[in-house]
């Protein structure tokens, strides 16, 4: 299940209440409208009691609602995880966010380098040779700080969930990720 998917399948908590509500005023409506044809015997005064005590509009109005919500924040590259998130954005007065550039502008840069060792060309070489695998937004950034290098063929990719990458270079093993990684891989 893809998260268009899943975002529509979360109901908020007025989608909730609609469905409870509807479970008994639809019968309701229903037996309302056959009494009053059982004593009217006014076929057409039973269709409009049936008619304008439809809930319709009620059990269709906030799915739909919160779904188009959904595909405009889409659009508009703001993905929400359901329609429970909306009904939460709409107590929010102030939001604060710990992202510097990469949620203004998308686009990271490499801040600060620090390199350890001898035989910098090849070590480079390497860690572009892995980032050149990637479609992370970081490892294109990590890339572009690199600049040209000696491409070396990658034998073996190990994504390291909320760590990074690990793979074999050239007969190396190489780690490319957070202090998490590289801790684990010593």
């Not at 550039?101 to 060792?117: D, M, W």
């Not at 390497?126 to 063929?153: C, T």
């Not at 073996?156 to 969930?161: L, P, Q, R, Y």
Request: contains cysteine; proline residues 3%.
């Amino acid at each position: 299940m893809n998260w268009w998917e899943e975002a529509q399948d979360s109901k908020s908590e007025a989608e909730r209440f609609i469905d409870r509500f509807s479970k008994y005023y639809t019968p309701a409506v229903l037996v309302l409208g056959i009494i009053v044809w059982a004593f009217t015997r006014n076929i057409e005064l039973a269709i409009t009691v049936l008619v304008l005590g439809c809930p319709g509009a009620l059990v269709i109005g906030v799915p739909v609602s919160n779904v188009s919500g959904i595909g405009n924040g889409a659009r508009n590259g703001v993905l929400l995880k359901g329609s429970e998130v909306i009904n939460d954005f709409s107590n929010v007065d102030t939001m604060v966010f710990d992202k510097t550039g990469t949620l203004t502008i998308g686009n990271p840069e490499v801040a600060e380098k620090e390199f350890y060792g001898d035989n910098m060309d090849e070590v480079l070489g390497y860690l572009a040779s892995v980032e050149r695998e990637s479609d992370h937004p970081l490892a294109k950034a990590v890339l572009q700080d690199i600049g040209p290098a000696n491409f070396s063929e990658v034998d073996e990719t190990e994504v390291v969930k909320g760590g990074g990458v690990v793979a074999k270079v050239a007969g190396h093993s190489v780690a490319v990720g957070n202090v998490y990684l590289m801790e684990k891989e010593c």
